[in-house]
């Protein structure tokens, strides 16, 4: 599931906005944390060549997200 279709969901799900809102910060903070451990393993081998977003455009295509 992509990062659109898990706010999307999010949204469907949630009826209040405190409720949508924390699971946004779910969503990202699990997409952070995903990046971050990418970057720790195949990531560093980027360093250098890319840009921070060059790199989380890499990382997203490889995820599919």
């Known amino acids: ?3 659109r279709d898990k706010f999307k969901k999010a ?3 949630s009826i209040l906005t405190q409720t949508l809102s ?3 910060v ?3 903070d699990e997409f952070a944390i995903g ?3 990418w970057c720790d393993t195949k990531g560093r081998f ?3 060549a890319n840009t921070t ?3 989380l455009e890499i990382y997203k ?3 599919q997200l």
């Open 1 to 3: 599931m992509n990062l």
């Open 11 to 13: 949204d469907k799900d």
């Open 22 to 24: 924390v699971k946004c």
């Open 26 to 28: 779910k969503i990202a």
């Open 35 to 37: 990046f971050k451990d």
């Open 46 to 48: 980027w360093i250098g």
């Open 53 to 55: 977003k060059e790199l």
């Open 61 to 63: 295509k490889e995820k």
